[in-house]
C-alpha cells in the first residue's frame, strides 16, 4: 500500500473515470488501473467494478475511499507540520473558506499575511459550510473560516469575528415586506447561511416561496433585482445598502448572530497559528481558548 495508490483510488473517485483521473495525476491510464488494482489486491476486496465501459466504485471501494482522504490528508498535514516546525514562516498552511468568508474577511488578510510573510506555501478551497468542514475532518485543511463547527467535528476554534445576517430585498420589496408571503432568495444546498434561513423561517413556521439561486453573488443580486428578500451578512452587503439598491426588511429576531470562526483541527500547526496570529491583530477578531466537539464557540 503506497501513497500513489491511495492518490489513484481517490481521483478515480473524485473524477468518475480512469481516463479523468489519469489527466489529473498527470500519469497514464494504465497506471491508475494498474495502481487501483494493485490496492485492491493489497486489501482484499474489489475496489472498483465494471460498469459498461468505464468502471465505477465497489461498497467496499466507497468506503475505503473516505479512509484514503483522511489517510492522504493527514500525511499532507504532517508535511505541513514538519515544515513548519522548523520555520513557521516558511511551512504550508491549507485554508479553507465558505463563500462569503472568501469574499468579505480573507482578501484584505491574505494580502498583509503574504506581504509579512512571503515564503509561506499558502493554498485556498472555498466552498460551501458541508464541503469546507469536510475538507477539516479529512486533514485535507489546516485552517477553515466560516460559521460554528460541527458538533461531532474534532475541532479547535482559534478566534471569532462578529457578523450579522440581516434580511435584505430592493426598497420595493423591502416595503411591502411580510414575512409569511414575500419570496425568499437562497443559497445552494449544503451552504450554512441556507440552513440557517431554512430554520428562521420554520422557527416561526412560515412557508413562503423560495427561489435558489446559488452562489452568495447570485442571492444578492436576485435581492436587489426585486425577486424577493434574502439572509445574508451585513459585511457582504455593505455597499448595496449604502447605495439604497437594498433596504434592510422589517424581519422578526434579526438581526441574527453567527460569529465568523478561525477552526482548525485539534493540533494545529505552527504556520496556522501564525496565521491566527495574525488575524488577530486585524479589527474585529478575539481570541478564543479552543474548543472541543460539541463545546464550539459562538
Known amino acids: 500500500m503506497t501513497e500513489a495508490r491511495l492518490r489513484a483510488l481517490v481521483a478515480l473517485a473524485e473524477t468518475g473515470s480512469v481516463r479523468a483521473a489519469a489527466r489529473r495525476l498527470v500519469v497514464t491510464e494504465s497506471a491508475v488501473s494498474a495502481a487501483v488494482t494493485a490496492l485492491a489486491r493489497d486489501i482484499g476486496v474489489a475496489l472498483v467494478e465494471r460498469a459498461g465501459r468505464g468502471v465505477v466504485l465497489t461498497p467496499a471501494g466507497r468506503i475505503y475511499t473516505d479512509y484514503a482522504r483522511r489517510v492522504l ?14 520555520d513557521a ?16 474577511v480573507l482578501p484584505a488578510l491574505l494580502a498583509t499575511f503574504r506581504a509579512r510573510w512571503p515564503e509561506v506555501d499558502l493554498a485556498l478551497e472555498v466552498g460551501p ?3 469546507v468542514w469536510d475538507r477539516l475532518a479529512a486533514h485535507a ?9 460541527p458538533a461531532d467535528l474534532p475541532a479547535t476554534v482559534l478566534a471569532t469575528r462578529p457578523n450579522d445576517l440581516v434580511g435584505v430585498a430592493s426598497p ?4 411591502a415586506f411580510a414575512l ?6 437562497m443559497r445552494e444546498p449544503g451552504s450554512g447561511t441556507r440552513r440557517t434561513a431554512e430554520a428562521y423561517l420554520s422557527e416561526r413556521d412560515v412557508d413562503p416561496p423560495q427561489l435558489v439561486l446559488g452562489s452568495n453573488g447570485a442571492v444578492i443580486a436576485g435581492a436587489a433585482a426585486g425577486l424577493g428578500a434574502a439572509l445574508v451578512s451585513r459585511d457582504a452587503v455593505r455597499d448595496e445598502l449604502a447605495d439604497g439598491s437594498l433596504a434592510v426588511v422589517d424581519a422578526p429576531g434579526t438581526p441574527l448572530h453567527r460569529p465568523w470562526h478561525a477552526v482548525s483541527g485539534t493540533a494545529p500547526t505552527a504556520t496556522t497559528r501564525l496565521f491566527v496570529s495574525h488575524i488577530l491583530a486585524a479589527d474585529g477578531w478575539t481570541q478564543d481558548a479552543g ?8
Open 73 to 86: 490528508g493527514l500525511l499532507e498535514e504532517g508535511r505541513a507540520a514538519a515544515r513548519g516546525g522548523e
Open 89 to 104: 514562516g516558511r511551512g504550508r498552511l491549507r485554508l479553507a473558506a465558505v463563500t462569503t468568508a472568501a469574499d468579505q
Open 129 to 131: 459550510s458541508s464541503l
Open 141 to 149: 485543511a489546516d485552517l477553515v473560516l466560516g460559521g460554528r463547527p
Open 172 to 175: 420595493g420589496v423591502a416595503a
Open 180 to 185: 409569511d408571503t414575500t419570496p425568499w432568495v
Open 291 to 298: 474548543t472541543t466537539p460539541g463545546h464550539a464557540t459562538t
